[in-house]
């Protein structure tokens, strides 16, 4: 069977953990060269050990950065276009949940923090590989928005402000370029077990936090979270050449649960 990332670039942030992590597993399974950024350099390695197990002969370039801070983003596009000469693939992913509040109660800080990872650093992300892709004439681009980017969930003001933020630069940013042959979308996932989803569930009942998970999954139309892998798999499809015709439009992945009332 042909790859469909042999000879292609692929860039993850948050690569160091959940959909990250299975995403760069998947494209290098696949054939894909690696540059993977993340905030935690030990989270990066494991993802390198693990990439290495599954692909062996993948080339991986680490870059650990915030990319709430825009030079920092400049510099992960830079160091990796100079290690492997282009970009073919993007998934601009890392993001963070925050403190679950009443609107009220939510704080001017944690939103203005959750908003700058999200957010700011989804359109650092777009600002700095765009170039890049525009002036290389190809790229695909996947940005991790969040059920809670379509749709209320609650307790989640800076969560539902930053990633609808992601769905509207998603469209935006994808009717400009899609003339220059670079598609852009954006993924909601429902619930998919990662420790970001374990770190909520803990914020709801630290000791009982299993027993929260399996009721936080009965009204979900297929009844249990979703795992990492099947985002891998759709990031890896949504970045092949195979999805270039999907373009500025956001793809739910979460078991039907956004459909349901
Ligand atoms: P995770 O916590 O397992 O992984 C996120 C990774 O991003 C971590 O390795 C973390 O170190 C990194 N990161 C956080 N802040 C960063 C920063 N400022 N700069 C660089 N790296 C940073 O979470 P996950 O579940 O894999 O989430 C990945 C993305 O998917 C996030 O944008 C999240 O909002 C979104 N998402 C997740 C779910 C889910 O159910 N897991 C659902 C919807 C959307």
Redesign the pocket.
Known sequence: MSKRFNGKVVLI??A?????QASALQVAKEGAKLSL????AA?LEETKSKVLEAAPNAEVLLIT????DEKAVENYVNETVEKFGKIDGFFN?????GKQNLTEDFGIDEFQKVVS??LN?VFYGLKHVLKVMREQGFGSIVN?A???GIRGVGNQSGYAAS?HGVVGLTRNSGIEYGQYGISIKAIA????M????EGSLKQMDPDNWEEVGKQFVEPNPMKRFGK?EEVGYLVAFLLSDQANFINATVIPIDGGQSYKY
Do not use: R
């Open positions: 942030t948050g160091g953990s959940g959909l990250g950024v993340d905030l935690n989270s950065a915030n990319v709430a992913n890392a993001g963070i949940e990872v999200n650093g991790t969040s059920v809670g990633k996932p429902g619930a998919i990662t420790p970001m989803v990492p």
